[in-house]
RNA sequence: GCGCCAGUAGCUCAGUUGGAUAGAGCAACAGCCUUCUAAGCUGUGGGUCGGGGGUUCGAUUCCCUCCUGGCGCGCCA
């Protein structure tokens, strides 16, 4: 029990002895100004109204009422409109330093998802091109998400969602047949809505060589669409996996698109819906009303040419998630997609088996622009003119691209300067955050201790009395709430944020605090809370999936 | 026109789900290298929280409205 719980505990004893409601729940928080005290409660103020007294008044009762010294609380403040502001003792504050360093690997850990089944979608990349830095934000949000989730507890299963189906990929296979068709002097013009980017000709060309080489395949102008279609497909799929290899991203299942027409999904699923009544023929087409769950009109189902339209595979690619477990399922993707939410949630509430409303949560990102040298690289897949992930990785380092795109929440516009991401200096924030690790490894090089044998038995914690180490010890404290706070929200920037601050406050520390060469009993003590450091913002990286470098 | 997202210091952005005098980094200015990494640290200045209403003890946060920007509104995905 820490020193909150059993403040929060005395708190919501004391308000009932007043009369507050039984069921109140005291929130206890850091108050916003360090110099306020250790811990800062509104409750008196809440219960103002309905105890109909002064805030100030009820927090002068709470206050008697509290056994402070079983708290660990030597004082407290009332202040401002009616704040009740905790000053603990810093022994008991410095033993935070003890657990920290006692529970290594599985410091911020939880076991809030008890174990349970959560499926983490994304990148979901059609393969007709490279990956783009989008979808680099997309691999990075994901997998950090995915691993906040594992850290509070849920089984995570991380999967992508090849879209190797539909018109698109018909492009694809057009447009590298003309490629095709040019290299032995055609004339033939990549179709509207083709695409253009080097890598068609690329792939263009080693089709074509791989036909003149061995007879597997019937190469140049005679080619069929199929065999270019599929390997097309093909290259660009392992071109992609090279991709988030170089990113450092990994899944549990790549799930195809086309397996839910080869094994009878997606007629399965259209049958259903027109067996529950949610759909009808107009112009030849056949739609679902996904009016009668939010959506703004109803939408086209199947095509007049018999085809399906993307959403439609989508609810049947859902229905899978359910049905092999996911009762929790979170999508992430650009927010370009999000009329998709709707449609898609609708579609799963038509079927009526049972999948609650909300399903799949989404987590939408903005877009990603690119700065360098002060100008904006444009990004058009069409065009060709492109940055790949691979590339962002090859030129800043796959540190600096994950934290640059997980360091702003996912709903904000990101620009991601190359020139800052470069620079190996206090500018660059990832630098700042990997140095204070650094730094912490370093004072255990220097002193020839083992970092890892370390052990805080016997050590008297109490004399970690600075204001910058009592400081710095609070906020790895923190470290478990930053760690479920971003978790519950699906915010991997939060922990980047803390590791910020954090990192701040060590850098602080370390500059003002010498640890070596003091009295015998401060070395222990100081050694103690630069292994707890290091800990904290190694588990930290960790979640973000950033390497915890012992020297930079 | 409708929907979603954003608008906070010169710049890039946080703001713990409604709390105290709104924070950090960069940039600017002033300092700090016989000590565990100066790839660093300390200090100073800088704000009508896009505008206007409302809800209440209290609003950057919630509601309404307007302005600006991005994305979407397809029988493309």
Known sequence: MTAADRIRAELAQAARDIGADPLVEPI???????????????LAMTLARPLRKRPAEI???????????DAGVERVDIAGPGF????????????AVRDIVGQNETFGRSDAGRGELVNVEFVSANPTGPLHVGHGRQAALGDAISTLLEWTGWTVSREFYYNDAGAQIENL??????????????????????????YIREIAEKFEKLGKDADTRRGGRNADSDAIRDFAVAELRSEQDLDLQAFGVSFDTYFLESSLYGDGKVEETADALTAAGMTYELDGALWLRTSSFGDDKDRVMRKRDGTYTYFLPDVAYHVTKWQRGFHRAIDVQGADHHSTVTRVRAGLQALGIGI??????????????VMKSGEEVRISK?????????DLVNEVGRDAVRFFFLMRKSDS????????????????????????????????RVGEIDRETFSTDGIDLGVLREPEEQELIKALADFPQAVDGAAAALEPHRIATYLSETARLAHLWYHKHHVLGQAEDIVRARLALARAAQIVIRNGLRILGIGAPERM
């Open 413 to 444: 516009q990101l620009v991601f300067d190359v020139d800052v991401a470069l620079k190996q200096s206090e500018e660059n924030p990832v630098y700042y955050v990997q140095m204070a690790h650094a730094r912490m490894c370093g004072i255990f």
């Open 59 to 69: 927090a002068g009762l709470l206050r008697d009422r509290m056994s402070l010294a």
């Open 356 to 369: 609650t409303p909300d399903y799949p949560e989404y987590v939408l990102h903005q877009m990603v622009t």
């Open 28 to 42: 206890i928080e850091r108050p916003r100004d360090t110099s306020l005290g250790d811990w800062t409660t509104n």
């Open 173 to 198: 296979a057009a447009s590298v047949k003309a490629s095709i068709a040019a290299l032995s002097g055609g004339s033939a013009e990549i179709p509207e809505g083709g695409y253009h980017g080097e």
């Open 382 to 390: 069409r065009a060709g003119s492109y940055v790949t992930v691979r």
């Open 84 to 95: 009740m502001n905790f000053w603990l003792d810093p022994s008991l504050i410095a033993e």
